[in-house]
């Protein structure tokens, strides 16, 4: 299945610089780790926001929430999913 998924940061402002930067870094290392697995397909950043919409594909909406909520930056996140279903113009 393929999920259009929503994300928001809300880390605390007040967060240290040196965590930011490590929850960054663990963030991004496990994104490529889900690209590699075929979870992660798409990522775009949304200009002026600390948000991000991506394409994802999972076997079910299971394991979608077990891949998002194995980001570090997980218990900061506003998520929003959509489950996408093949629309009947793009089946062949």
Do not use: C
Request: aromatic share 6%.
């Amino acid at each position: 299945m393929e999920f259009l998924v929503r994300t928001e940061n809300l880390m605390p402002a007040d967060t240290p610089d040196d965590t930011r930067e490590r929850l960054r870094r663990a963030e991004r290392e496990r994104a490529m780790q889900l690209r590699e697995a075929g979870i992660l397909k798409r990522l775009w950043r949304v200009p002026g926001r600390n948000a991000t919409i991506g394409l994802y594909e999972a076997d079910d909406a299971t394991a979608l929430h077990e891949a998002l909520a194995s980001l570090p930056m997980w218990k900061w996140m506003d998520v929003s999913v959509e489950p996408l279903a093949t629309h009947p113009q793009e089946r062949k």
